[in-house]
């Protein structure tokens, strides 16, 4: 009978915890909104031009870490991911995410100067959130549509869906047809080229 007694109590332990854990998540649009207003406060130190390394570093960073790049990167390589080693896994992971950092921030960088990011509505189901947003720029608007997940506790990005346009499945499309003709290790060494592209781009 202690026994039963004792299971009981550590399931109704277990169960508040877990209804703790999923009531501390913030308001996703909230979530986004602050971390807005703080990337606001970065690129205002230097309104126009390209930002002093440090400023860039920072922004970057600040940007970057709200994505859950393991999950946007099992996405976008698709049925070949679960063909690929855990260290395979861990190399594609590494230099897409670096890809994915460095067009963010060219592209974030003009939403932050160009316009306000409005986020018009959230759709929460569990740990899985959708927020839906516009970015009025100077010579058009953007619409961009956030895919969120629960990590650890906090809300983290794992796709973009800009104008209708998913990055996971755009990526996805784009490294099945490669692989049809080339094989993985191929695809690697591409993907390295990119990212050394878009580095000396930005020097």
Request: proline share 3%; net charge positive.
């Amino acid at each position: 009978m202690r026994g039963l007694v004792r299971f009981a109590w550590l399931s109704v332990l277990c169960l508040s915890l877990r209804t703790a854990a999923a009531v501390e998540l913030p308001d996703p649009i909230v979530y986004l909104q602050g971390r807005d207003a703080q990337a606001q406060t970065i690129v205002k130190q230097a309104p126009t031009g390209p930002l002093p390394p440090a400023l860039r570093q920072q922004l970057d960073n600040h940007i970057n870490e709200v994505f859950d790049f393991s999950e946007l990167s099992r996405l976008s390589l698709g049925s070949e991911w679960d063909k690929r080693s855990a260290a395979e896994r861990q190399r594609f992971v590494e230099v897409f995410a670096a890809i994915i950092r460095e067009k963010n921030y060219t592209s974030f960088l003009r939403y932050y100067r160009e316009g306000k990011i409005t986020y018009k509505e959230k759709k929460v189901e569990g740990e899985r959130a959708t927020v839906q947003a516009v970015v009025p720029l100077k010579q058009e608007q953007v619409a961009i549509g956030y895919l969120l997940r629960a990590t650890q506790g906090q809300w983290r990005v794992y796709d973009l869906v800009i104008d209708g346009a998913s990055t996971a499945d755009g990526y996805q499309r784009q490294y099945s047809r490669y692989l049809q003709k080339h094989t993985y290790e191929q695809l690697i060494q591409q993907l390295g080229k990119q990212l050394d592209s878009l580095r000396q781009a930005k020097n």
